[in-house]
């Protein structure tokens, strides 16, 4: 079975210009999520889907962020436009139960 | 917001010695899960403790959850250098979000 895909695994943009990470859940799981890992600080929450419907977005730090899972399939997180605070690693997860999965991440840099 | 605090956040061993990192809350958890992280790598998931003063084990990891359910402890018995990596504990809810502590990084030298 395949597990949580994100894609780009690496991006390195400019100040100002737009990315967009994608994330594969695992087939048949409702619930996804979004973290973001700063270099040597905690995973912090970005946001929460059920299905298409965000459950929890609590964790967005601006409207720079726009995340979206249309068709509750795989997801989208937009950065637009990047600052440079923006720069680490995004995390992807989904879970059915108590277990949640993790992708390996889309490595974000801004210069 | 809830806080989850786990320390130290870094910590150094020879191979073959003990490691423990702990984890710790001012509110009662829900339920603890702890995750590995290696290097370049993502977390994954390793055991979830439920009930209070619960103790689980896996090989050379042991897991406990305290009393009060405020704090949690992973405590690896003679670290190997495949233990090296973040390892993360964090409050787990069903249907919402988990809430990290900051993580353990190890390092192992042989």
């Known amino acids: 079975e395949a597990g949580v895909t994100q894609f780009p695994s690496h991006s390195v943009i400019e100040k100002g210009q737009t990315v967009t990470l994608r994330c594969d859940p695992i087939s048949g799981h409702d619930n996804l999520y979004w973290y973001r890992r700063v270099m040597g600080k905690e995973i912090k929450f970005l946001l929460h889907?059920?299905?298409?419907?965000?459950?929890?977005e609590s964790g967005m730090p601006n409207n720079r962020f726009l995340a979206e899972r249309t068709g509750g399939t795989y997801s989208t997180l937009k950065v637009q436009p990047a600052e440079l605070e923006d720069s680490g690693v995004y995390f992807c997860?989904?879970?059915?139960?108590?277990?949640?999965?993790f992708g390996e991440g889309s490595w974000l840099t801004v210069v | 917001g809830q806080q989850v605090m786990q320390i130290p956040q870094y910590q150094h061993v020879q191979e073959g010695e003990d490691f423990t990192t702990y984890c710790n809350s001012s509110t009662t958890l829900s339920n603890i899960q702890w995750y590995k992280q290696r290097p370049g790598g993502h977390p994954v998931f390793l055991i979830q403790l439920v009930k209070s003063g619960e103790v689980k084990k896996q090989k050379r990891l042991t897991f406990q959850f305290g009393e009060a359910k405020k704090n949690s402890s992973l405590h690896i018995t003679a670290t190997q250098t495949t233990d090296v990596g973040t390892y993360f504990c964090a409050d787990y809810q069903a249907g919402t979000a988990l809430i990290f502590g900051k993580g353990t990084t190890l390092s192992v030298s042989s």
């Open positions: 889907f059920v299905k298409e419907s965000k459950q929890d």
């Open positions: 997860a989904s879970s059915q139960g108590n277990t949640i999965y």
